[in-house]
T-cell receptor, first 112, second 116 residues
Framework: KAGVTQTPRYLIKTRGQQVTLSCSPISGHRSVSWYQQTPGQGLQFLFEYFSETQRNKGNFPGRFSGRQFSNSRSEMNVSTLELGDSALYLC???????????FGNGTRLTVT | AQTVTQSQPEMSVQEAETVTLSCTYDTSESDYYLFWYKQPPSRQMILVIRQEAYKQQNATENRFSVNFQKAAKSFSLKISDSQLGDAAMYFCAYRISNFGNEKLTFGTGTRLTIIP
């Protein structure tokens, strides 16, 4: 079974630009969560989607948004990039209630 | 709000020895899950072990075991017979047991070094 696939693996953008990251879950996984990992703030929850609906949202500004498609694939978008958005963005997926999360390898975003 | 604290930023252990990583958490919930995740340089977070709060028995997965003290809100990870492949960042995490809430709250991590 293929694991959680995140694309791209690396991304370099300049301030003010926008970026879209993609996450393809393990087959059968319908819940997709996103996390931001930085040296200063650690791992922080961004949002979670299930059946194309956002169920939870972390404490991030509105520049961070996401969506989930009918095939459970998810994208997150960051608009008007700031230097502080440089981070590793991790996607995690699961089947249903209380099943373990499976993480992808992440997308390393660098904002210059 | 739930918080997870890992007080050991770095730990080291000789190969084949045993090491214990500490984790404490704060919550007002009675039903929840606790996890240990491992993040090697490849960046992928790998689930090491999971504990349901309603279970008194400590979880065990091969060389990995936990000491879950619910009243003390403590959840330590013991790695026996340490191997070079165990070198990684280890994160303790908490999740409420509630449908519709997959949010994990992570600690700041412990970097584990294995000395050959």
């Amino acid at each position: 079974k293929a694991g959680v696939t995140q694309t791209p693996r690396y991304l370099i953008k300049t301030r003010g630009q926008q970026v879209t990251l993609s996450c393809s879950p393990i087959s059968g996984h319908r819940s997709v969560s996103w996390y931001q990992q930085t040296p200063g703030q650690g791992l922080q929850f961004l949002f979670e989607y299930f059946s194309e609906t956002q169920r939870n949202k972390g404490n991030f500004p509105g520049r961070f948004s996401g969506r989930q498609f009918s095939n459970s694939r998810s994208e997150m978008n960051v608009s008007t990039l700031e230097l502080g958005d440089s981070a590793l963005y991790l996607c995690a997926t699961s089947t249903i209630l209380n099943s373990p999360l499976h993480f992808g390898n992440g997308t390393r975003l660098t904002v210059t | 709000a739930q918080t997870v604290t890992q007080s050991q930023p770095e730990m080291s252990v000789q190969e084949a020895e045993t090491v214990t990583l500490s984790c404490t958490y704060d919550t007002s919930e009675s039903d929840y899950y606790l996890f240990w995740y491992k993040q090697p340089p490849s960046r992928q977070m790998i689930l090491v072990i999971r504990q349901e709060a309603y279970k008194q028995q400590n979880a065990t997965e091969n060389r990995f075991s936990v000491n879950f003290q619910k009243a003390a809100k403590s959840f330590s990870l013991k790695i026996s017979d340490s191997q070079l492949g165990d070198a990684a960042m280890y994160f303790c995490a908490y999740r409420i047991s509630n449908f519709g809430n997959e949010k994990l709250t992570f600690g700041t991590g412990t970097r584990l070094t294995i000395i050959p």
